[in-house]
RNA sequence: GCCGCUGUAGCUCAGCUGGUAGAGCACAUCAUUCGUAAUGAUGGGGUCGGGGGUUCGAAUCCCUUCAGCGGCACCA
């Protein structure tokens, strides 16, 4: 038998036969670590103990104090755990697929009923019996038709369809928990018992396509989530608890922000304090657009569908846009019209006004544009994800040449605005030609050669996305986390060089003939309802101070102060802070709790002590403590916290 | 759009197997002028998402419809 020489981590090797599992590696090493041993990492492939290694290779035996291999193989086992327990609970139910998935796992199952609640219960019961049975796992390569015999016979159709899927170089792989078996890629743990059984928790039931696929059966979701122990789960179940505090349809009502009706799924009702961040956030914007060389324009609501069909929208979206239709009754002729979904039509129509010279390129377009997109019903979320939203839209139309720079400035543009607003760090993913697109091969490859050019000369790192580029060209996402850790899509940067082609846009170049421009869409907060949702989720609500709508109130204590509070609002006011005064016959301890509970940044107090010493009380909010200042340096510093950052 | 769940006062929620609805907070009135997260008393308020049906009788059962929630699919 040939040898072998296995390199390990500490830079040590040994020469050993060709066809050892890292499970008799680490048995030779120590008992010990033979029982604590989970998995191995065998040339930087996550690999199975019972896997034979034929080559020489790099090792490194894994425990459970290998963070990412042991959560990997915990919520792999436990998603085998679960299918068992659900074919051993119900007998007639079919398994197909179970991957691991951000905190745990889900396995899908064929099942006329659904999962109901108390089920969980019964299946959790019995995975705990499965993990304490400590049943060894064993894995096995069949070659496929054996696997197809065998899915024939015991009737599990998904498998086979599966087993298609599997490319015909890869070994199949048939793995036993016990006696309950599965066709599995692994790698998975030595036994069950290596399963920590009180650190993970059955979540929730759902349906799922078939393969994610809508033209297939829907089948009955499962959710776990698992962890190394028992603190981590408890961990989790605090960040469930963050998040839902957070929540932007709770806190909206709380503070009064906005609210939303049956009459108008999907829009948004503003309230006077939603509303003053609204227009808050949008006049920063404005004034950021402005100096970053953008003119703003404003474009109609209602477009006959001449235009959609022309830009290519109408083929491929008119299942959810607002149609209009005029009838004879009310026009020459029948003309059927749509709420725009997007504006850079419209863009291309003032474009195209008059002649444009090269010397107008870069030309940047800006609109606050307020669209309308028939969103399906199940996919609206609180203002996250509405009907009726307004983008801070633009669009650049340049030469070739051009993008770069201009890529260049937009990130520019979008790194100050999410500092401005509180994001210190964004990530960025390139977004390549998908399956169903228009313009050429040759088109693409010059367009998506071109913006990857763009990104690379600014240096800021970016990931590829395959596939999830526009239909009409590739574009970079602009991804922030938030304070709790959550990823959110925001800004976007598309290179276009199909809609002024549709639209007939043209510029005289330099060599006085007619040319093509580029169409560059871009957005940085991508729509105001939806960024003030991130906003508030991010803050808990607790907005910087210069979006926060109401930024101080001034409470009385005793009536006496009632004048001065009024002349405290007055000077704060004057100073452009948004003030008001609270002068209830009410204890101020019902006071500060009551706009603490507004999320009111600033209580400023004033008792007896306060008018003669013509002073104010600070409290922020959240603080416990509280400063005595002047009320012309309070009304100096609010006022200048007050400010935009871009004015500051 | 699909699957499941939910829909009772402004908010959060109770209301068992059908017999014309209840709590806390909020609100109003009165008293209290009280120094940093709820002062006390009294009072008003809903016909139970909409429509239809079963029944002597429905918030409670059935059908249908709308909306919300959790996933899936979608996201120009």
């Known amino acids: 038998m040939s040898q072998i020489t296995l390199t390990f981590p500490d830079g040590n090797s040994r020469d050993v036969p060709a066809g050892i599992t890292p499970g008799e590696v680490a048995a030779d090493i120590s008992k010990s670590l033979s029982k604590k041993a989970i998995s191995a990492t065998v040339n930087g492939e996550h690999f199975d103990l019972a896997w034979p290694i034929e080559a020489d290779a790099s090792i490194a035996i894994n425990t459970m104090q290998d963070e990412a291999p042991a959560l990997e193989l915990i919520r792999h086992d436990l998603a085998h755990v679960m299918a068992r327990a659900v074919q051993t609970v119900f007998p007639d139910v079919k398994v197909t697929i179970g991957p691991v998935r951000d905190f745990g796992w889900f396995y899908d199952f064929d099942r006329q009923e659904p999962f109901t609640p108390e089920d969980l219960g019964a299946i959790e019961a019995e995975m705990?019996?499965?993990?304490?049975?400590?049943?060894?796992?064993?894995?096995?390569?069949?070659?496929?038709?054996?696997?197809?015999?065998?899915?024939?016979?015991?009737?599990?159709?998904?498998?086979?369809?599966?087993?298609?899927?599997?490319?015909?170089?890869?070994?199949?792989?048939?793995?036993?928990?016990?006696?309950?078996?599965?066709?599995?890629?692994?790698?998975?743990?030595?036994?069950?018992?290596?399963?920590?059984?009180?650190?993970?928790?059955?979540?929730?039931?759902?349906?799922?396509?078939?393969?994610?696929?809508?033209?297939?059966?829907q089948l009955q979701r499962i959710y776990g989530v698992a962890f190394r122990n028992r603190d981590d789960l408890k961990k989790h179940q605090q960040f469930l608890e963050e998040a839902e505090a957070r929540d932007h349809r709770r806190l909206g009502r709380e503070m009064d922000l906005y609210h939303m009706?049956?009459?108008?799924?999907?829009?948004?009702?503003?309230?006077?304090?939603?509303?003053?961040?609204?227009?808050?956030?949008?006049?920063?914007?404005?004034?950021?657009?402005?100096?970053?060389?953008?003119?703003?324009?404003?474009?109609?609501?209602?477009?006959?569908?001449?235009?959609?069909?022309?830009?290519?929208?109408?083929?491929?979206?008119?299942?959810?846009?607002?149609?209009?239709?005029?009838?004879?009754?009310?026009?020459?002729?029948?003309?059927?019209?749509?709420?725009?979904?997007?504006?850079?039509?419209?863009?291309?129509?003032?474009?195209?006004?008059?002649?444009?010279?090269?010397?107008?390129?870069?030309?940047?377009?800006?609109?606050?544009?307020?669209?309308?997109?028939?969103?399906?019903?199940?996919?609206?979320?609180?203002?996250?994800?509405?009907?009726?939203?307004?983008?801070?839209?633009?669009?650049?139309?340049?030469?070739?040449?051009?993008?770069?720079?201009?890529?260049?400035?937009?990130?520019?543009?979008?790194?100050?605005?999410?500092?401005?607003?509180?994001?210190?760090?964004?990530?960025?993913?390139?977004?390549?030609?998908?399956?169903?697109?228009?313009?050429?091969?040759?088109?693409?490859?010059?367009?998506?050669?071109?913006?990857?050019?763009?990104?690379?000369?600014?240096?800021?790192?970016?990931?590829?996305?395959?596939g999830d580029g526009s239909f009409y060209g590739p574009k970079l996402d602009f991804y922030l986390t938030d304070a709790i850790g959550r990823v959110w899509q925001c800004g976007t940067f598309q290179v276009d060089p199909n809609l002024p082609e549709r639209l007939g846009?043209?510029?005289?170049?330099?060599?006085?003939?007619?040319?093509?421009?580029?169409?560059?869409?871009?957005?940085?907060?991508?729509?105001?309802?939806?960024?003030?949702?991130?906003?508030?989720?991010?803050?808990?609500?607790?907005?910087?101070?210069?979006?926060?709508?109401?930024?101080?109130?001034?409470?009385?204590?005793?009536?006496?102060?009632?004048?001065?509070?009024?002349?405290?609002?007055?000077?704060?006011?004057?100073?452009?802070?948004?003030?008001?005064?609270?002068?209830?016959?009410?204890?101020?301890?019902?006071?500060v709790r009551e706009h603490s509970l507004a999320k009111v940044p600033v209580i400023l107090a004033i008792g007896r002590k306060e008018v003669e010493d013509r002073t104010v009380t600070l409290r922020r909010l959240g603080e416990k403590t509280t400063q005595v200042i002047e009320l012309d340096t309070v009304t100096a510093d609010l006022g200048m916290e007050a400010t935009a950052p871009d004015l500051r």
């Not at 008059?354 to 979320?381: I, N, Q, T």
């Not at 720079?405 to 390549?432: M, N, P, R, V």
């Not at 309802?529 to 930024?551: C, H, K, V, Y």
Request: charged share 25%; net charge negative; glycine share 6%.
């Open 128 to 217: 705990k019996k499965i993990i304490n049975a400590r049943d060894p796992v064993r894995t096995e390569i069949w070659d496929r038709d054996r696997v197809r015999q065998h899915y024939t016979d015991t009737d599990e159709p998904y498998k086979i369809e599966l087993l298609d899927r599997i490319p015909g170089d890869e070994p199949i792989r048939m793995y036993w928990h016990g006696d309950w078996q599965d066709m599995c890629r692994g790698p998975h743990l030595q036994h069950t018992g290596q399963i920590p059984a009180d650190a993970f928790k059955l979540t929730r039931v759902s349906s799922a396509y078939w393969l994610g696929d809508n033209t297939r059966p």
């Open 261 to 466: 009706q049956e009459e108008a799924p999907g829009q948004v009702f503003w309230h006077p304090n939603g509303w003053t961040i609204y227009t808050t956030l949008q006049d920063y914007m404005r004034r950021r657009q402005r100096a970053g060389g953008y003119v703003e324009v404003n474009t109609p609501q209602v477009v006959d569908r001449k235009l959609w069909e022309a830009s290519g929208h109408w083929d491929k979206y008119q299942d959810h846009m607002f149609i209009v239709e005029v009838d004879e009754e009310h026009a020459r002729e029948k003309a059927i019209n749509a709420l725009k979904p997007m504006n850079c039509p419209c863009h291309v129509q003032i474009f195209n006004q008059g002649l444009k010279s090269y010397r107008d390129l870069p030309l940047r377009m800006a609109e606050f544009g307020s669209c309308a997109r028939y969103e399906p019903s199940g996919a609206l979320h609180g203002i996250m994800r509405v009907r009726g939203f307004t983008q801070d839209d633009g669009h650049i139309f340049c030469t070739e040449d051009q993008i770069q720079d201009e890529c260049a400035k937009f990130i520019a543009f979008l790194t100050e605005t999410y500092a401005d607003l509180g994001f210190e760090s964004f990530d960025i993913a390139f977004a390549t030609r998908p399956e169903k697109r228009v313009g050429s091969d040759e088109s693409w490859d010059h367009v998506e050669g071109a913006l990857e050019a763009a990104i690379k000369s600014t240096g800021n790192p970016y990931r590829v996305e395959e």
């Open 505 to 591: 846009a043209t510029y005289i170049g330099e060599d006085s003939g007619k040319h093509r421009p580029y169409m560059l869409h871009r957005a940085t907060l991508g729509s105001f309802e939806r960024f003030i949702g991130i906003l508030i989720e991010n803050s808990a609500g607790r907005l910087p101070f210069w979006l926060a709508p109401q930024q101080v109130v001034v409470a009385s204590i005793v009536s006496e102060a009632d004048d001065y509070v009024h002349e405290v609002v007055a000077a704060l006011t004057k100073a452009g802070v948004r003030a008001s005064a609270d002068i209830r016959n009410e204890k101020i301890n019902y006071k």
